[in-house]
């Protein structure tokens, strides 16, 4: 079974910064996605970031120009760096893999969540 452990989450002032981290028990070039969603109070869960095996990067609208998604293979670990934030990041921030095998076949694996709030 793969495991995702996100870390870094916690309370930090509007127009501050945080790094999170997500550390996976299997290679990460394993993978053919892996990113980041958001779970707000009473909203659904959202997608923030994702990046690909081949180096690809996907923003939500909401976050574009403020997060960056990175990944460190050698480290097991992908990132999420995020600035300027406001009140309305405030979330449970989930790690998320999937691994593709033959035809339709596939996994998908999610952290436990790591909790950002953003308030002065």
């Known amino acids: 079974q793969v495991q995702l452990v996100e870390s870094g989450g916690g309370l930090v002032q509007p127009g501050g910064s945080l790094r999170l981290s997500c550390a996976a028990s299997?290679?990460?070039?394993?993978?053919?996605?892996m990113g980041w969603y958001r779970q707000r109070p009473g909203e659904p869960r959202e997608m923030v970031a994702t990046?690909?095996?081949?180096?690809?990067?996907n923003y939500g609208d909401s976050v574009r120009g403020r997060f960056t998604i990175s990944r460190d293979n050698a480290k097991r670990t992908i990132y999420l760096d995020m600035n300027s934030l406001n009140p309305e990041d405030t979330a449970v921030y989930l790690c998320?893999?999937?691994?593709?095998?033959?035809?339709?076949?596939?996994?998908?694996?999610w952290g436990q969540g790591t909790q950002v709030t953003v308030s002065s």
């Open positions: 998320h893999a999937e691994r593709h095998g033959k035809g339709w076949d596939r996994s998908l694996y």
């Open positions: 299997a290679s990460i070039s394993s993978f053919v996605t």
């Open positions: 990046t690909t095996a081949g180096g690809y990067t």
